[in-house]
């Protein structure tokens, strides 16, 4: 403010005064030098005539002067202040400089006379407005103020201070330019003074420099023009003014009694409005509206994204179509955001959302009542989401999608029913606090935060995850409802609590994350388990069919009862089936798998992967097993010997079985497969594979590629597929005369076209160890009435010379014959269109116990010779 002229008292001292009182006093010097010194009063005006000595002492002390103290080699008026006296003040009728005063802050002009008053390096006012002079008033380093009367001028240097101008006689139509110093003095830079005031009712205009400006109007019409910084634009006390910005995030204030048109095109700008003001009508390119004073005003925004702010009474906000933000305050106040993902910011518990449309855009209210709750049932039908600040309590959802986020209390939040399709699939954030969270309908996911919180998915596919407990003893309760849930879980101690529905899948996602807290078991009804965290972690599950999955540590899964799926995942983990039918995975790591009864199937995937399936004494049957592989895997190791059947996959090359009778599958890889005991069941799929049956009475398929397939003891069904493939005999015991049909095995696809470089099978007898003989052909069948057992009985007399069959064609004794024999017409049905290949190993032109006899289906013998064969 300006300063204020003190009137003249009567108290004259002579050559010497003092005054040391309780009241405040004008001190008079006479016509010759004296010296007068003012007490501790606060406020004392000492007022020389002379050349004079004054001080003032403590308090705010007033100095009224009337010689100059800065003309070279003439005494003039010497003032004695010290440091932390009050804030005191020298009026002159001559020029005076305070710059060797430095603990006076304030300088006036008090006669007629041209003076140039100097300030310090204080903060200083330099008022010329009480003089009728032209004064010229200098500036120092501190942060100053200037008061000009008519036709004062400023001088001041570039960066001493955040300096202000307040022009007291407004010349009628000025402008008034910081930039140039128009109208204001000689500035040092265009970025010497940062503010200027108009006062009076003249009307005038400012423009401002680079610099961060408060420019205000005054009760005229004022046109006030921003530079490039962050500048504050006020109308002042009224007038219907122009407010321009520029760079830079502006501010402009409208007075009571004013009125405004602002633009500005850059930065992002805010009106401070004391009137109710339509931003859409008179402004562009400022986003934000704050609504000031006590007046019951209005605030409307535009295109822009606006922040419009009321002032504590009764307003009413209205966005546009931007993306807006309106916060009410205190008072009963009507929010409309319009279109655009607005903001709704309530304290008031009055407060009502109105007119906000429907559409794509995601609306949030952020509610702050004190003990209140928030419904968006009621007044907010299109807005979407919730947010509790303050010590809010709760909040209410509607049909639509909501997302809902509490705050450090004990919050109540329902997302609502919804209505049928329209239900939402709401978002649920407890933050701190002990909250209850219900999801209503719809695909909703609940988080409870901190705290001991209790979550209800009710109806939908709900994700509940209670969150950390506060304590080592607390907990929180999750009831899922109806659906398909997934429990998120980081405390063992959280209670879960789910329906018996058939048809409907539950999950548990668990990350134990305390050394004593890793061990989870799975709740009634809660069908699968996810280990998450990196942390080694247990999981137990129930009687319902389990889905149960390691993470990346050494996990350790036990599905207990039902079919359960176990998948370890990454790490050395042990899975345990249970009582039925259990499906585990080692995946990644060295993992022990213990399938328990039932048909268990397991899958291995590393070398050090163990499987126990042990063979259970005292147990009839403890499931059909299966193992399938990416690696070589052997069922005849001892903890494997309860595993019935084996699958390879992968690019694994080798299985092999053990007593039990095994089903033993190849891949695409050259295979190595082999039977033990048992009637076991090979397939050597693509690849060139060796195949051995081993004891029983195998079932061989060599598959594709050019197999090698050996039958060994036992009545084996060989067929050879596709490729040239080489069947090997190795064994003669099952081919006696006295063995009849049981031992005799059957080989199908065996194409024998006696042609090598054409390709084609070929039997192996190398291992009979006899030389070769002649092979011959006999075309005609066998007649009359006989069957197949009669026919096995009596081969002996059959291929016999007298009999016209098979052995008559080699002449010399000891070397092989072989003889095909088809039982042709007249043939009992189990012999007719049978072919049969007899082998007489020991070369004695009868059938005895060393020869052998194989049943043949599928071939084409019209074309066979000594080249299919290799012994």
Same mark, same amino acid.
């Given at each position: 403010m300006a300063l204020s002229k003190p009137a003249n008292a009567a108290i004259e001292l002579g050559i010497v005064g003092t005054l040391a009182n309780d009241t405040a006093a004008v001190l008079f010097g006479t016509a010759d030098d004296d010296i007068i010194s003012g007490g501790s009063i606060l406020i004392d005006e000492l007022t020389s005539d002379g050349i004079d000595v004054m001080e003032g002492g403590a308090g705010n002390d007033i100095y009224i002067v009337k010689n100059t103290n800065t003309t070279v080699g003439v005494a003039g008026d010497?003032?004695?202040?010290?440091?932390?006296?009050?804030?005191?003040?020298?009026?002159?009728?001559?020029?005076?400089?305070?710059?060797?005063?430095?603990?006076?802050?304030?300088?006036?002009?008090?006669?007629?006379?041209?003076?140039?008053?100097?300030?310090?390096?204080?903060?200083?006012?330099?008022?010329?407005?009480?003089?009728?002079?032209?004064?010229?008033?200098?500036?120092?380093?501190g942060s100053d103020t200037y008061y000009l009367g008519a036709g004062d001028l400023v001088t001041e240097a570039a960066g001493a201070g955040t300096d202000t101008v307040i022009i007291s006689d407004v010349v009628a139509a000025a402008v008034y330019n910081l930039a140039t110093g128009l109208n204001i003095g000689t500035l040092a830079s265009a970025g010497a003074i940062e503010n200027v005031q108009l006062t009076g009712s003249n009307a005038a205009n400012i423009t401002g420099n680079a610099l961060y400006n408060r420019l205000t109007g005054n009760s005229g019409i004022n046109t006030i023009i921003a530079g490039a910084g962050n500048d504050t634009l006020d109308t002042g006390a009224g007038g219907a003014d122009i407010l321009t910005g520029d760079a830079g995030n502006d501010t402009f204030i409208i007075r009571a009694g004013a009125t405004a048109t602002i633009a500005d095109s850059a930065g992002v700008d805010l009106v401070k409005s004391f009137v109710t003001y339509n931003g859409s009508a008179v402004t562009t390119g400022v986003e934000n509206i704050t609504l000031m004073g006590a007046a019951a005003i209005n605030a409307t925004g535009?295109?822009?994204?606006?922040?419009?702010?009321?002032?504590?009474?009764?307003?009413?906000?209205?966005?546009?179509?931007?993306?807006?933000?309106?916060?009410?305050?205190?008072?009963?106040?009507?929010?409309?955001?319009?279109t655009g993902a607005d903001v709704y910011v309530i304290t008031s518990a009055t407060d009502t959302i109105t007119g906000e449309l429907a559409g794509a855009e995601i609306d949030t209210v952020q509610y702050g009542v004190a003990g209140g709750t928030f419904a968006l049932t009621v007044s907010a039908l299109n807005v979407e989401n919730v947010t509790l600040t303050g010590t809010a309590l709760g909040a209410t959802g509607n049909a639509s999608n909501n997302v809902m986020n509490g705050n450090e209390s004990n919050n109540t939040m329902d997302g609502g029913v919804g209505s049928g399709l329209n239900s939402?699939?709401?978002?649920?954030?407890?933050?701190?606090?002990?909250?209850?969270?219900?999801?209503?309908?719809?695909?909703?996911?609940?988080?409870?935060?901190?705290?001991?919180?209790?979550?209800?998915?009710?109806?939908g596919n709900d994700t509940l995850n209670g969150g950390t407990a506060t304590t080592a003893t607390s907990f929180n309760t999750l009831n899922g409802g109806a659906g398909n849930d997934t429990y998120v879980v980081v405390n063992s101690q959280d209670v879960i609590n789910e329906t018996t529905t058939?048809?409907?899948?539950?999950?548990?996602?668990?990350?134990?994350?305390?050394?004593?807290?890793?061990?989870?078991?799975?709740?009634?009804?809660?069908?699968?388990?996810?280990?998450?965290?990196?942390?080694?972690?247990?999981?137990?599950?129930?009687?319902?069919?389990?889905?149960?999955?390691?993470?990346?540590?050494?996990?350790?899964?036990?599905?207990?009862?039902?079919?359960?799926?176990?998948?370890?995942?990454?790490?050395?983990?042990?899975?345990?089936?249970?009582?039925?039918?259990?499906?585990?995975i080692g995946g990644t790591g060295n993992d022990t798998m213990t399938g328990g009864l039932g048909n268990d199937t397991y899958s291995v995937d590393i070398l050090a992967d163990v499987v126990n399936e042990s063979i259970l004494v005292g147990v009839v049957n403890g499931g059909v097993d299966i193992v399938n592989s990416t690696v070589n895997f052997d069922l005849g190791v001892s903890a494997n010997e309860g595993v019935e059947n084996l699958v390879l996959g992968?690019?694994?090359?080798?299985?092999?079985?053990?007593?039990?009778?095994?089903?033993?599958?190849?891949?695409?890889?050259?295979?190595?497969?082999?039977?033990?005991?048992?009637?076991?069941?090979?397939n050597g799929g693509g690849g060139i594979d060796t195949i051995t049956g081993g004891a029983g009475n195998d079932t061989i398929s060599g598959g594709d590629g050019n197999d090698t397939i050996t039958g060994e003891a036992g009545k084996d069904t060989v067929s050879t597929g596709g490729g040239d493939d080489i069947v090997k005999f190795t064994l003669a015991?099952?081919?006696?005369?006295?063995?009849?049909?049981?031992?005799?095995?059957?080989?199908?696809?065996?194409?024998?076209?006696?042609?090598?470089?054409?390709?084609?099978?070929?039997?192996?007898?190398?291992?009979?160890? &006899?030389?070769?003989?002649?092979?011959?052909?006999?075309?005609?069948?066998?007649?009359?009435?006989?069957?197949?057992?009669?026919?096995?009985?009596?081969?002996?007399?059959?291929?016999?010379?007298?009999?016209?069959?098979?052995?008559?064609?080699?002449?010399?004794?000891?070397?092989?014959? &072989?003889?095909?024999?088809?039982?042709?017409?007249?043939?009992?049905?189990?012999?007719?269109?049978?072919?049969?290949?007899?082998?007489?190993?020991?070369?004695?032109?009868?059938?005895?116990?060393?020869?052998?006899?194989?049943?043949?289906?599928?071939?084409?013998?019209?074309?066979?010779?000594?080249?299919?064969?290799?012994?």
């Open positions: 010497a003032i004695i202040e010290l440091i932390d006296e009050g804030i005191d003040t020298v009026w002159s009728s001559a020029s005076y400089s305070l710059a060797a005063l430095t603990e006076v802050e304030n300088i006036g002009a008090s006669g007629t006379a041209a003076t140039t008053l100097t300030g310090n390096a204080k903060n200083n006012i330099l008022d010329g407005s009480f003089s009728d002079g032209i004064n010229t008033l200098v500036g120092g380093t535009n295109a822009l994204n606006n922040v419009l702010t009321g002032n504590g009474a009764d307003n009413t906000l209205i966005g546009g179509a931007g993306i807006d933000t309106l916060i009410g305050g205190a008072g009963t106040n009507s929010l409309q955001g319009g939402g699939n709401d978002t649920l954030n407890g933050n701190g606090g002990n909250d209850t969270l219900l999801g209503g309908d719809g695909n909703d996911t609940l988080n409870g935060g901190t705290g001991n919180d209790t979550l209800h998915g009710e109806a058939v048809g409907e899948i539950d999950n548990v996602q668990f990350a134990g994350t305390a050394v004593t807290d890793l061990a989870f078991t799975l709740a009634t009804d809660v069908e699968n388990i996810t280990l998450t965290g990196a942390l080694a972690t247990s999981a137990t599950g129930n009687a319902s069919v389990n889905s149960m999955t390691g993470n990346g540590a050494i996990n350790t899964l036990d599905g207990g009862a039902g079919n359960d799926t176990l998948n370890g995942g990454a790490g050395n983990d042990t899975l345990v089936g249970g009582t039925e039918n259990d499906s585990l992968g690019t694994a090359l080798i299985g092999a079985g053990n007593t039990l009778a095994n089903n033993i599958s190849g891949n695409a890889s050259n295979n190595t497969l082999s039977g033990l005991g048992g009637n076991d069941t090979i015991s099952d081919s006696s005369a006295s063995s009849g049909t049981t031992n005799i095995d059957v080989y199908s696809d065996l194409l024998l076209n006696g042609v090598v470089v054409a390709g084609g099978d070929t039997i192996d007898v190398s291992a009979l160890a &006899f030389t070769a003989g002649n092979v011959a052909f006999e075309g005609t069948a066998i007649t009359g009435i006989l069957n197949e057992g009669t026919f096995i009985a009596n081969m002996n007399t059959l291929l016999h010379l007298t009999d016209g069959f098979g052995f008559d064609t080699n002449t010399t004794t000891g070397q092989a014959d &072989f003889a095909i024999v088809t039982g042709g017409v007249g043939s009992a049905a189990g012999l007719l269109g049978k072919t049969f290949l007899a082998i007489d190993a020991d070369g004695s032109e009868i059938f005895t116990a060393t020869d052998f006899v194989i049943e043949i289906t599928g071939s084409n013998f019209a074309t066979i010779d000594t080249t299919s064969f290799i012994n």
